[in-house]
């Protein structure tokens, strides 16, 4: 079994930065991709931005130039630095895995909200 625990979240002024974490623990052997995804409300969960095993990522257009995703395959660990944030960036963000069988995992979320 895998679990995946984010934190990082909160409150900050439009122009602001925040640094979310996604720790995997249990089975880890077999991750593959890693992504955050987000929901706001009353909208569809949209991918946000993933990572490979071997480190090929890809951003949603909104976040290209302002979010950086990473991974730290010893401590188990995805990253989202975001920077630049924007009141329509406010949403609750997900963390997900995929692993080499195909299992996806997902974390209970974290809210970010950024005021104007």
């Known amino acids: 079994q895998v679990q995946l625990v984010e934190s990082g979240g909160g409150l900050v002024q439009a122009g602001g930065s925040l640094r979310l974490s996604c720790a995997v623990s249990g089975s880890t052997f077999s991750i593959n991709n890693m992504g955050w995804y987000r929901q706001a409300p009353g909208k569809q969960r949209e991918l946000v931005a993933d990572?490979?095993?071997?480190?090929?990522?890809y951003y949603a257009d909104s976040v290209k130039g302002r979010f950086i995703i990473s991974r730290d395959n010893g401590k188990n660990t995805v990253y989202l630095q975001m920077n630049s944030l924007k009141p329509e960036d406010t949403a609750a963000y997900y963390c997900?895995?995929?692993?080499?069988?195909?299992?996806?995992?997902w974390g209970q979320g974290t809210q970010v909200t950024v005021s104007s």
């Open positions: 990572i490979s095993s071997g480190g090929n990522t």
């Open positions: 997900k895995l995929v692993t080499r069988t195909g299992n996806v995992f």
